[in-house]
């Protein structure tokens, strides 16, 4: 079945035909401009129900005439309407009088309008029309004629193929009124049909635009319309897109694929097919690109189309955009066992591309052969018959004409089917007829033509006996012998001869009995055997039709063919004479075989012809009837006389077979002007001959059938064509029957030479039918490409490069090749195949490779020789021929490099792949041919040997490759991880070589790819507790829900059970599901009293990795797969029914319970414990993370009467930090009862377990617990004091009883490891404060509907030395826009309020603002652990106000109820012994007052106020418990307080003697503070007691003298007022540009005289002088004053600008001068100064970092040098050195209290300021501040 060809159609439009077969019309659907003009000129709209055209236009008018239009007005409503109408207002249009127009529903109304033009131009006016509804307006326009062409703005035609065309088409309409010409200028690839003409107004004209593109190119031009007579211009926008066409050619189906040769051509292979049928195969042409793609289909020009049998007749076609066309290719062989090759091109339009297709099939043709070659009939007498069966089989599918070459009917011999037609793969039986007229011995060979087929040879023999003549039997033996003796030349002798020479020893027997001559007269040569004859040779060969023979006949007939024309006389027609030769040396008889009813009859009948002789026959002819054609074929059998009788015959070694003779004889009787039989036949015959080298013989069949219902006689005519032999030249053909020939032919030029045959039928010459045959000799030619030579690229040294190197038989034969290389060459070149076969028309491609072994050029050189012959020839022989070929390499040097030495690909998910492309460059000029190598590396916290055997964890594209010359590759590389580990995989590559021992160089890395295999991540960051949870702080909410624990959990690998269900599923059926996880971890709601509010806690998750997790907790029913009802277990155990009861009751929820988090995002997740029932809930909750961990949290909460006492114990054991052995002050360590009831428990802890390990301790109290006893508020935590003192390094344990009163007793196991610290060492990390478990970047968790969160949710101090005070600065932000917030800080354990202090205590940060908050720690005197939990309440500004608002007014109406009552008197006319009766009111106690009330008031008050009888506790201490009463609605409760929110802040530190800081953390003393209070006991005594938020530093007193008693006792407030005034001095002085202009001048000064004698070591002698023993008492306050007064004069002397002095110094200014000395030295070794000094410096920094919080400075800022000028800087390095020294001078110190030691701190402090002035004027406007780091 054919494929459908998808042609364009031709057609006569020349648009239509502009390229073949491509052209693709396309009809742009343009929006005409003219007909949107038109219908708005008559659109009709709708006013109020009043149907009008929006306007009237006049066009074409001319002066001096009217011009009338009608306005139509119809009523398209239901009910009547009414309008009006005004005229236009220009006298050139006028209408009808105006009157109220009335139109009924339906009816219309025509308005004449009536235009007369006074001018020519254009005008324009109106109708105004008046309805109740309103008015509407009816345009009148007359335009001036004008040219007007509309067209569309643009056009876009379809995409294009390059050297294609398409097109569209569009409307040019003439839209003014005047006859207008127009011309279009298109530029190319673009063209417009018609690009010129004339429109006469309104009419149109089709446009067709075609696009023949020349390039792959975006075009976008313009079209240049031209029209009218001033040449008016209007342009137009093409855009069209040609791309080039990509066409793919593939086999579909093919599996005979040559893999080998498929780069080069695609192979359509058909196989075998029968002979003189077509087959049918197609291809497929597939369009990769676009836009439609013409092609052609042709075949190769050096292809031979003389007798191609390949068909192709699809040309042109055209596949659509990504569509596909199957292209039929039809096979139609002709002659057998050929194998045909031919090729294809496929070229696209414009031939840019050309796709080759190698066609290929082979020919097969019938297959028939005989049962037996001969037939033996044995001996029958005379008279009889014998009839004999033999096989015929054709052993081939194809269907076989055969004929046996004999006419039954004249014939002894005779077939049952001589001709026929044997179908495929099938066998038939034929039947032979022996019946002789004579009795001898017969014999004939008959010949079997097989259409397409060598012939097949049947030998018929059998003996006839009568009774007279009985000649020896012949056998089938001796018809061997026969065909011996005939080839060693015997037969020519008579039997007797034979046997007399045989007797006489002339001839000898073989070992097969056959004769042979004697030895000596061989001449020592072996005797000659028959031999294997061609069928064709023995056919055509037989001395009869040609003059060759194979051997010598017996008998000769002098002509074999007798035509008698036409005989149209019966009676008179003239005998044939014929002659037959006896070419023995016996004699013979001869008898022809004369059937009586043949017209054709030979005389005589019988003879004998002596040896050597001739003798005449008469060959008659005599027709029984005219108009006919007469046919047949005579034979005669020649015999050795003696071998009529057996008896003759004396060996039996001599016997032979008689020789058979046959004659064709044929005639017609048609008269003159009759009409001979019309035949009716077909004719197969291939026109070009079987390919032969030249001088060889060439064979071919040719098949004649009569289809008509007559015979057909036959006759060939060689006149025309010598060289051509034709058997059998004449015959007849019976209707149905056919007739085979055999044409012979030797060509014997390479030219092709063309045969002209003529066939005559029926013996008219109308009937002759013309046969042109053609045959030649092929040669040996082979067609090299490139003309015999070719290049190699460079290649690399010590590789090898190859390429392909086409060769072609150009000829019809097959041909042999074999290449043939220098032998000096060989080491460098080789080609693969060096020899083979090329078939007919076909070109193979052989492979060369070159290998160069230096970096030069190279000259190679190589033949190939071809041949025909099989055997292997000498290339020198004169049967082949050879092509040289010149072959030209270079040798190069190249490498592979990576642009990226380093890919890092990042974070995969384990189990998961991720792909990477790497880029492989050869900078080189020479292609690599190379093979690639990955080794892997593992590194990460895991065991080198276990991960050194994991696979290979990296999986490469392609490992082999090559790379071209200055080219690269991509490789794309598929990475795995399979655990969470980091991995480096590095790449190697190896070059080919062409060494067998060496395949490869030495691999060499090229680059390395690094991954990380990640697991997802989360973590919790922080926790906040709300609801019943609101007390319990973060620590202790961290530790009741292990997220310690859980977070090392989520920080593992996960196991492969784990990953079972990568996400959450529900996979069981149980209503408890299986766990695959092997963790655990328990989630502690705490406890909380039956009917509170939810316990709800809130944690902050957060991805901590590298990708998004999507997490999920699942509760029992998410696992469970819903099942029906009847599957459901109605048995269920304690567990799953306490499961069901928490889940049905949702005692426990989670919100959300999935989400997804991208890498850095946190989430918030709301844990809730409902309070419903009294007891302890459990329900597991499995915590899934998607293709991650798989945790198991047991969720645990506790509901506890209201009435009880309950103490949440989270564990029965408690271990305490490792204390160092043979330490004498142990820390105190802190263990916590956390108060879970509604009401204050009191407990007591049981030292007796304690007394027995200090007993068998040596009385050494290892456990101390400093406070056994105390109450705790409900919902509040207590902090239990210990001391763990080890004696021994080992783990010390004792089991502790708990007694809570009235409530249930624990017993704790306390546990404490002492250690050595001389043995451990550094690995003793227990004296270090870790860092906090609460990350501070999740702050932010508060409490839901605050938009309140700390900067830091922690504060760690570390380790700090005793009598330390450290300081801590957080702030407090308001994210809120809208309401600020009042804030108060608390402390939850009563112990912490004598060292921790909040500075603001409270304080109100406004909306979207900040407010910064210091912690200041005070270390005790003893060494303990610090774990505060510092708790701020946190209210919105809007509440509190309105609580304190209506708490004023309750106040109010409280004090009024107090003093007010009310008299109700029924009658005050009564007696006054009548009893008064007095309201009583209740008042806020609950009690009755009987006040008398002199005035009645005339309203009544309001309701009675009462509270509670007993007093609530402070609403931001614990959770009150309300009482309703049953008049509570109608009293008047006092306000309650707004539920403050609490956000925890924990303040951890751990303090040391300071021995053992310096011991253990020896460099961190200095950065300490020393903080040093020194009270007297009156002061102590008398201290007022302090709020515990109130500051703690206490008003203690220095130990001094009284004249320093007053600095001493300052109080705080007078501290903090000195200390705001000194800060605003200095501030005010460093701001103050004369203050710095006096101290540069100042510092300008010379240096007086007598100030260069005082040095260094008479001061330290002056120092040695005083007494050691004395301490210097302060003087008075005169003596100061004095003093104070001498100094300075002093001073002013020695500053004197004489710089001398005249006066030596007296001993009482040395004195003086001492003193002061002193003073100042004590006034800097007073705790108060450093102090002071401490709190100046602690304020700085302070502003410093709240400036920076607010932006105003930058603390990152890089510092400015400013270069000062020489004298400066001298002086300044000069005052530097004398700073640095007093500074060294007052760390020296010891004693602060001297004013000596406050001058020279002062000096060192102020005098800088003067150098640093002009800094700061050029920084002026910066606040730019650098910290050092």
Not at 222 to 237: D, N
Not at 742 to 753: A, K
Not at 1341 to 1358: D, R
């Amino acid at each position: 079945m054919l494929a459908q060809v998808h042609r364009c159609t031709s057609s006569s439009d020349p648009f239509q035909r502009f390229c073949h077969g491509g052209t693709t019309q396309v009809t742009v659907p343009i929006q005409r401009p003219f007909i949107s003009s038109l219908r708005k000129m008559k659109e009709r709209s709708t006013f109020w129900g009043i149907e009008v055209v929006e306007a009237l236009y006049w066009h074409r008018w001319c002066l001096g005439k009217e011009f009338i239009k009608h306005l139509t007005l119809k009523n398209v409503c239901l009910k009547t309407q009414k309008l009006r109408f005004r005229p236009p207002t220009t006298r050139f249009f006028t209408t009808i009088f105006p009157q109220p127009i009335i139109l009924s529903p339906g009816m219309s109304l025509t308005l004449p309008i009536i235009f007369r033009p006074l001018e020519k131009k254009e005008y324009e006016d109106s109708i105004h029309f008046e309805k109740s509804e309103g008015e509407f307006t009816v345009a009148l326009c007359a335009k001036l004629p004008h040219i007007s062409l509309l067209f569309p703005d643009s056009i876009h035609l379809p995409s294009c193929a390059v050297y294609d065309s398409t097109g569209a088409s569009f409307i040019l309409y003439n839209d003014g009124d005047v006859y207008t010409s127009f011309s279009w200028e298109v530029p190319t690839p673009f063209n417009f049909i018609p690009s010129r003409g004339m429109l006469n107004p309104g009419q149109e004209c089709t446009i067709k635009v075609t696009f023949h593109p020349q390039a792959a190119l975006v075009h976008d031009v313009s079209a240049t319309c031209s029209f009218g007579e001033t040449q008016e211009q209007k342009s137009m926008r093409l855009t069209a897109i040609a791309k080039y066409p990509n066409l793919v050619v593939t086999v579909p189906g093919d599996s005979h694929e040559d893999t080998g040769r498929r780069h080069i051509w695609d192979v359509l292979h058909f196989d075998s097919v029968a002979v003189g049928s077509t087959a049918e195969r197609y291809v497929e042409i597939c369009n990769m690109s676009v836009v439609n793609a013409p092609f052609r289909i042709e075949r190769s020009k050096e292809s031979t189309p003389r007798d191609s049998d390949f068909l192709c007749d699809v040309s042109p076609a055209t596949v659509s955009a990504g569509g596909k066309f199957l292209v039929p290719f039809y096979f139609s062989p002709q002659i057998v066992g050929m194998n045909s090759v031919d090729y294809f091109t496929v070229t696209p339009v414009g031939n840019v591309t050309q796709s080759v297709l190698k066609v290929t099939g082979s020919c097969k043709g019938p297959g028939i052969s005989l049962q037996h070659p001969f037939v033996y009939f044995s001996c029958i007498n005379l008279g009889e018959s014998l009839t004999q069966p033999f096989n015929v089989t054709n052993i081939s599918d194809v269907p076989a004409y055969y004929q046996f070459d004999i006419d039954c009917r004249q014939s002894i011999f005779s077939f049952d089917h001589p001709c026929g037609i044997l179908a495929g793969m099938s066998t038939i039986t034929l039947k032979v007829t022996f019946q002789p007229a004579y009795p001898m011995i017969y014999y004939r060979r008959v010949v079997c033509l097989v259409h397409h087929q060598d012939p097949l040879f049947l030998d018929l023999f059998g003996t006839c006996h009568s009774v007279a003549m009985k000649p020896e039997i012949l056998k089938l033996k001796d018809l061997t012998r026969y065909r011996t003796h005939m080839a060693r030349g015997l037969t020519f002798y008579p039997p007797d001869v034979l046997g007399t020479m045989l007797k006489e020893n002339k001839l000898l027997l073989d070992e097969n009995g056959a004769l042979t001559l004697p030895p000596e007269m061989l001449e020592n040569k072996p005797p000659e055997e028959y031999p294997s004859l061609e069928p064709m040779v023995e056919y055509f060969y037989d001395g009869v039709n040609s003059d060759f023979t194979v051997f010598p006949p017996h008998v000769i007939l002098s002509n074999n063919e007798f035509d008698f024309g036409c005989c149209t006389d019966l009676h008179n027609i003239q005998p044939f004479p014929l002659s037959l030769t006896n070419c023995t040396k016996g004699k013979i008889t001869v008898r022809w075989t004369n059937k009586p009813e043949s017209p054709f009859q030979v005389a005589p009948e019988c003879c004998d012809i002596p040896p050597l002789k001739s003798m005449a026959f008469c060959v008659t002819f005599q027709p029984s009837q005219l108009n006919s054609l007469y046919a047949a074929e005579l034979e005669a059998f020649a015999l050795y006389k003696v071998l009529r009788h057996y008896s003759n015959i004396e060996e039996r070694t001599t016997m032979c077979p008689s020789w058979s003779s046959t004659i064709r004889l044929r005639g017609h009787t048609f008269e003159p002007r009759q009409q001979h039989f019309i035949p009716q036949y077909t004719l197969d015959c291939h026109k070009v001959f079987p390919p032969v080298r030249p001088n060889t013989t060439t064979y071919c069949s040719m098949l004649l059938c009569n289809t008509g219902t007559a015979a057909i006689s036959f006759n060939m005519s060689l006149e025309k064509c010598p060289s051509l032999l034709v058997k059998p030249h004449s015959g007849f053909i019976a209707p149905g029957d056919h007739q085979i020939f055999i044409l012979s032919t030797c060509p014997q030029e390479t030219s092709v030479l063309h045969h002209s045959l003529s066939l005559h039928l029926n013996f008219s010459a109308s009937f002759t039918k013309e046969i042109i045959l053609q045959s030649n000799a092929e040669p040996l030619v082979l067609l090299l490409e490139g003309d015999g030579s070719f290049y190699f690229k460079p290649t690399c040294v010590g590789l090898a490069s190859s390429r392909t190197f086409t060769i072609k038989n150009s000829t019809r034969l097959p041909m042999f090749f074999r290449w043939k290389i220098w032998q000096s060459d060989k080491k460098f070149l080789s080609v693969l195949p060096d020899g083979g076969t090329i078939l007919p028309n076909e070109a193979l491609a052989q492979t060369w490779i070159f290998s160069p072994s230096a970096e030069i050029k190279y000259l190679l050189r190589a033949w190939v020789t071809v041949w025909r012959d099989q055997e292997i020839l000498d290339d020198k022989g004169p049967d082949s021929v050879r092509y040289p070929l010149r072959i030209i390499g270079e040798g190069a040097l190249g490498t592979i490099t990576a642009p990226e030495e380093q890919v890092d690909v990042g974070n995969i998910l384990v189990g998961k792949t991720q792909s990477c492309e790497l880029v492989l460059l050869n900078n080189g000029v020479c292609s690599l041919k190379y093979v690639l190598s990955v080794e892997q590396k593992i590194t990460g916290p895991c065991d080198p040997e276990e991960v050194a055997s994991d696979p290979l964890a990296i999986e490469l594209d392609h490992y082999r490759g090559t790379i071209p010359a200055r080219g690269k590759i991509l490789l794309q590389a598929t990475l795995s991880p399979t655990r969470w580990l980091h991995y480096n995989w590095t790449v190697f590559y190896a070059l080919y070589t062409v060494k067998a021992t060496e395949p490869f160089t030495e691999k060499k890395p090229v680059c390395s790819v690094t991954a990380t295999g990640i697991y997802p991540s989360i973590c919790i960051t922080d926790v906040c507790g709300i609801g019943s949870a609101r007390g319990i702080s973060k620590l202790h909410l961290w530790q009741l829900f292990s997220l310690e624990t859980l977070n090392k959990y989520l920080e593992r690998d996960p196991t492969p059970q784990e990953l079972t269900f990568r996400v959450p599923t529900r996979h069981s059926t149980n209503l408890t599901p299986p766990v695959y996880t092997p963790v655990m971890v328990d989630f502690n709601f705490g406890a909380a009293p039956v009917r509170r509010v939810p316990s709800v806690v809130m944690l902050m998750l957060q991805n901590n990795g590298v990708m998004p997790v999507n997490w999920a907790f699942l509760f029992p029913f998410d696992q469970k797969i819903d099942m029906e009802y009847w599957a459901e277990s109605a048995e269920f155990d304690p567990s799953e029914l306490h499961q069901m009861r928490v889940q049905d009751n949702q005692l426990f929820s989670i919100c959300p319970k999935e989400g997804n988090l991208l890498p850095g995002e946190e989430q918030t997740i709301h844990l809730s414990h409902r309070h419903d029932f009294i007891g302890t809930d459990r329900l597991p909750v499995l915590l899934k993370v998607s293709h991650g961990r798989e945790i198991l949290l047991n969720f645990i909460g506790v509901t506890v009467d209201l009435e009880s006492y309950y103490i949440h114990f989270t564990s029965t054991k408690h271990v305490f930090t490792p204390i160092a052995i043979g330490s004498s002050n142990p820390p105190k360590q802190i263990y916590e009862l956390y108060n879970g009831g509604a009401t204050k428990v009191a407990y007591e802890i049981q030292v007796d377990a304690l007394m027995e390990v200090q007993e068998e301790n040596q009385q050494h109290a290892v456990f101390v617990c400093l406070n056994p006893k105390g109450e705790i508020g409900p919902g509040l935590t207590a902090h239990t004091e210990w001391i763990f003192s080890p004696l021994e390094a080992k783990m010390y344990s004792v089991n502790v009883p708990i007694h809570i009163l009235d409530g249930d007793s624990a017993l704790i196991t306390f546990q404490g490891v002492g250690y050595d610290p001389h043995v451990m060492r550094e690995a003793a990390q227990f004296d270090k404060v870790v860092s906090p478990v609460i990350a501070p970047g999740s702050a932010k968790l508060t409490t839901p509907g605050l938009a309140v969160y700390l900067s830091q949710p922690q504060i760690c101090f570390g380790n700090i030395p005793v009598y330390s005070k450290c300081s801590r600065l957080f702030f407090l932000n308001n994210t809120s826009e809208k309401e600020a917030i009042v804030f108060a800080w608390y402390i939850t354990t009563s112990d912490a309020t004598v060292v921790l202090n909040v500075i603001p205590e409270t304080g109100i940060v406004p909306a979207g603002e900040s407010t910064y908050c210091v912690v200041i720690l005070h270390a005790s005197e003893t060494a303990c652990f610090y774990d505060i939990d510092l708790v701020c309440e946190v209210f919105t500004q809007q509440p509190l106000d309105q609580y304190e608002k209506e708490l004023k007014e309750w106040e109010t109406e409280k004090a009024r109820q107090a003093v007010e009552f009310t008299i109700t008197e029924k009658d005050l006319n009564r007696k006054k012994n009548v009893k008064e009766h007095a309201q009583v009111r209740p008042n806020l106690l609950g009690t009755k007052s009987s006040v008398s009330v002199t005035e009645i008031r005339k309203y009544k008050t309001l309701p009675p106020i009462k509270t509670s009888s007993v007093p609530n506790p402070p609403a931001s201490r614990s959770q009150r418990i309300q009482s309703r009463h049953k008049e509570a609605k109608k009293l008047w409760t006092k306000p309650e307080p707004p539920l403050p929110s609490l956000l925890h802040v924990r303040v951890t530190a751990r303090s040391h003697s300071v021995d053992d800081l310096l011991n253990d953390f020896s460099g961190e003393l200095p950065q300490h503070f020393l903080y040093r209070q020194l009270k007297t006991k009156a002061a102590r005594n008398n201290a007022p007691d302090e709020t515990p938020l109130s500051d703690s530093r206490s008003k203690q007193r220095t130990a001094l003298a009284p004249s320093w008693q007053e600095l001493a006792n300052c109080s705080k407030e007078e501290a903090r007022l000195v200390t705001d005034v000194l800060s605003t001095v200095i501030k005010g002085l460093l701001e103050e540009t004369q203050f710095h202009s006096a101290v540069m001048r100042s510092i300008a000064e010379p240096i007086p005289y007598f100030c260069q004698f005082w040095s260094e070591e008479s001061a330290k002698l002056l120092d040695k002088k005083q007494s050691p023993g004395t301490s210097p008492t302060p003087p008075s306050s005169e003596v100061n004053a004095k003093d104070r007064q001498g100094e300075e004069a002093a001073r002013r002397e020695e500053v004197s600008p004489s710089g001398t002095s005249d006066a030596a110094e007296t001993p009482s200014v040395i004195i003086r001068k001492e003193q002061f000395r002193e003073e100042r030295e004590a006034i800097l070794r007073m705790p108060a100064y450093a102090n002071l000094t401490e709190k100046i410096l602690d304020n700085a920094i302070q502003n410093i970092l709240v400036e920076a919080s607010r932006g105003e400075v930058v603390l990152t800022a890089r510092p400015r040098i400013i270069a000062l000028p020489p004298l400066l800087c001298q002086t300044s390095s000069i005052r530097d050195q004398d700073t640095s020294a007093r500074i060294q001078d007052f760390h020296g110190r010891k004693d602060f209290s001297s004013v000596e030691s406050c001058e020279i701190l002062s000096q060192t402090f102020v005098e800088p300021m003067s150098s640093l002035s002009e800094e700061m004027k050029e920084s002026y406007g910066q606040r730019h501040i650098t910290l050092p780091s």
